[in-house]
Nanobody, 117 residues
Framework: EVQLVESGGGLVQPGGSLRLSCAAS????????MSWVRQAPGKGPEWVST????????FYADSVKGRFTISRDNAKNTLYLQMNSLKPEDTAVYYC??????????WGHGTQVTVSS
């Protein structure tokens, strides 16, 4: 059974940092591109970042470029998202998502990130 379990969310002040983690199980993690997708209250899902299966290629939404860093440890079956210089508009539920053939096929339960003073 494929499982994706996010952790690391919380309440942080503007300008602060958080590091999200996603523990993957039930599949060969190193064979898949992985992404982070977020959903703010009252809005649709927004793609944040993608990393290739081997970690050699990374992609970011313009809204987070230069502030967020995606990474992975295939030996630990774990995906990360380092978020710096957080803004109130980054407030959302963040989901770890597996990509198969260009489609998102498995989602984690999400972790809440709230940026507020």
């Amino acid at each position: 059974e494929v499982q994706l379990v996010e952790s690391g969310g919380g309440l942080v002040q503007p300008g602060g940092s958080l590091r999200l983690s996603c523990a993957a199980s039930g599949f060969t993690f190193g064979n898949y591109d992985m992404s982070w997708v977020r959903q703010a209250p009252g809005k649709g899902p927004e793609w944040v970042s993608t990393i290739s299966s081997g970690g050699g290629s990374t992609f970011y939404a313009d809204s987070v470029k230069g502030r967020f860093t995606i990474s992975r440890d295939n030996a630990k079956n774990t995906l990360y998202l380092q978020m710096n210089s957080l803004k109130p508009e980054d407030t959302a539920v963040y989901y770890c998502v597996r990509k198969t053939g260009g489609q998102y096929d498995y989602w984690g339960h999400g972790t809440q990130v709230t940026v507020s003073s």
